[in-house]
């Protein structure tokens, strides 16, 4: 009922930025938490930043002060801009919801298809 799509990834230097974006699309019949989680080869996924539709946020301690997520709710889209890269930020990072649908309105997960970031040093 709800896709997310996310798009931004890439490789960039350390010290460069990157912005990830995640767009909502479908039936949607509401949005709550929005967030970006990653995960590294070998490593269990991990939230990096969340953002509630009221806009309060949640960083990973490891990327406060780096990265700063926000969203746009008239577009159902969320955002990650990520600065002062490093090369330990290099993983695959998905885009994840609890959201309603229209067809079935309870609150579940969904997640994206993740987009690669690398860092290199």
């Known amino acids: 009922q709800v896709q997310l799509v996310e798009s931004g990834g890439g490789l960039v230097q350390a010290g460069g930025s990157l912005r990830l974006s995640c767009a909502a699309s479908?039936?949607?019949?509401?949005?709550?938490?929005m967030d970006w989680y990653r995960q590294a080869p070998g490593k269990q996924r991990e939230l990096v930043a969340g953002?509630?539709?009221?806009?309060?946020?949640n960083y990973a301690d490891s990327v406060k002060g780096r990265f700063t997520i926000s969203r746009d709710n008239s577009q159902n889209t969320v955002y990650l801009q990520m600065n002062s890269l490093k090369p330990e930020d290099t993983a695959v990072y998905f885009c994840h919801t609890i959201a309603a649908g229209t067809k079935i309105p309870i609150l579940l997960h969904y997640w994206g298809q993740g987009t690669q970031v690398t860092v290199s040093s």
């Open positions: 953002i509630t539709s009221g806009g309060t946020t």
């Open positions: 479908g039936s949607i019949f509401s949005i709550n938490e």
